[in-house]
């Protein structure tokens, strides 16, 4: 019976020198082994992101959160933070705590440039979600980006237009009921109070307009005898919390959560910890009591 004939874990290229279409074996190291790497991802692309960014299930959960953590080891920059924003955009807990670690939401994207594309998605992200579906953690990251971007409103203006749904959809998740020292409302009310003066400085219709649309928010929600329907559409205040959340299976949320509470350094890393002692070598290395000194025989008296 003939042996099976060896197919290799990586394709085989065709061989672009000769145009025959001799296949030949492609090293696994240098250009070649990015070049298929780059491959394979592309073929499989739709298995890598239901892995990484679907968290649907407590495997793909688990993924996510251990490709978090990797990101959040190597740090955010501008080759990578689009990759972070899609972590952000799972709206998983137990994601964006891993990705986070240590980092203040609102300051996650703080040393990126803002563009049209980041600010895009950042408020298609915020519209997606209902106020008390998304994650606190995530707003605040997300809302940290319209933030940087508009803190010139004019500059921010000429960045991307914003709209009047976008001011609504800012204002959607004020909570009336909470004061304004609230974080989330501090963030949300510093942002519209910086989109009331768009126009100051290059003035024209369409932004007054916005200007003070972004001033009707502000007062609804300052104004006790009005409530944020007054200002903002019905739909986008209806409060649904997420259905869809998944966690990871016991054991790894356990692993997970003792990780959290180890010391690291500045970099980020495990500090070694002195050993905690068992029960039973505690017992053992206690010190014992000196040995009492024998006790004197009482003397009986005579009688008289």
């Given at each position: 019976?003939?042996?099976?004939?060896y197919r290799p874990l990586i394709p085989e290229a065709i061989d672009a020198d000769?145009?025959?279409?001799?296949?030949?074996?492609?090293?696994?190291?240098?250009?070649?082994?990015?070049?298929?790497?780059?491959?394979?991802?592309?073929?499989?692309?739709?298995?890598?992101?239901?892995?990484?960014?679907?968290?649907?299930?407590?495997?793909?959960?688990?993924?996510?959160?251990?490709f978090a953590r990797y990101l959040s080891r190597a740090g955010l920059n501008a080759?990578?933070?689009?990759?972070?924003?899609?972590?952000?955009?799972?709206?998983?807990?137990?994601?964006?705590?891993?990705?986070?670690?240590?980092?203040?939401?609102?300051?996650?994207?703080?040393?990126?440039?803002?563009?049209?594309?980041?600010?895009?998605?950042?408020?298609?992200?915020?519209?997606?979600?209902?106020?008390?579906?998304?994650?606190?953690?995530?707003?605040?990251?997300?809302?940290?980006?319209?933030?940087?971007?508009?803190?010139?409103?004019?500059?921010?203006?000429?960045?991307?237009?914003?709209?009047?749904?976008?001011?609504?959809?800012?204002?959607?998740?004020?909570?009336?009921?909470?004061?304004?020292?609230?974080?989330?409302?501090?963030l949300v009310l510093e942002i519209l109070d910086r989109l009331t003066h768009l126009?100051?400085?290059?003035?024209?219709?369409?932004?007054?307009?916005?200007?003070?649309?972004?001033?009707?928010?502000?007062?609804?929600?300052?104004?006790?005898?009005?409530?944020?329907?007054?200002?903002?559409?019905?739909?986008?205040?209806?409060?649904?919390?997420?259905?869809?959340?998944?966690?990871?299976?016991?054991?790894?949320?356990?692993?997970?959560?003792?990780?959290?509470?180890?010391?690291?350094?500045?970099?980020?890393?495990?500090?070694?910890?002195?050993?905690?002692?068992?029960?039973?070598?505690?017992?053992?290395?206690?010190?014992?009591?000196?040995?009492?000194?024998?006790?004197?025989?009482?003397?009986?008296?005579?009688?008289?």
């Amino acid at each position: 019976m003939d042996a099976p004939a060896y197919r290799p874990l990586i394709p085989e290229a065709i061989d672009a020198d000769n145009g025959t279409g001799n296949k030949r074996m492609t090293q696994k190291s240098g250009f070649a082994a990015v070049d298929n790497d780059r491959r394979l991802i592309k073929e499989n692309a739709l298995a890598i992101r239901e892995a990484l960014f679907s968290c649907i299930t407590d495997t793909q959960v688990e993924c996510a959160v251990g490709f978090a953590r990797y990101l959040s080891r190597a740090g955010l920059n501008a080759e990578n933070y689009w990759l972070f924003l899609r972590l952000v955009v799972t709206n998983n807990p137990w994601v964006i705590d891993e990705l986070l670690h240590d980092r203040e939401p609102r300051l996650l994207f703080s040393t990126i440039q803002p563009s049209a594309e980041l600010v895009e998605a950042s408020f298609q992200a915020l519209f997606s979600r209902h106020p008390e579906e998304i994650y606190p953690k995530a707003l605040e990251a997300l809302l940290g980006v319209v933030e940087n971007a508009y803190f010139d409103p004019d500059d921010g203006f000429r960045l991307r237009r914003i709209s009047i749904m976008d001011i609504n959809t800012l204002g959607k998740f004020l909570l009336k009921d909470e004061p304004q020292e609230h974080a989330q409302n501090r963030l949300v009310l510093e942002i519209l109070d910086r989109l009331t003066h768009l126009g100051e400085y290059y003035g024209e219709p369409d932004k007054n307009v916005l200007a003070k649309h972004a001033f009707n928010v502000r007062f609804a929600y300052f104004d006790r005898t009005r409530d944020l329907v007054d200002a903002i559409p019905h739909p986008l205040l209806v409060r649904m919390p997420d259905r869809n959340a998944a966690e990871p299976e016991e054991d790894f949320a356990e692993l997970v959560a003792k990780r959290r509470l180890r010391i690291r350094d500045e970099r980020g890393r495990f500090v070694r910890e002195p050993a905690v002692p068992s029960p039973s070598e505690a017992s053992a290395a206690k010190p014992k009591p000196a040995n009492p000194s024998p006790a004197k025989p009482r003397q009986r008296k005579p009688k008289a």
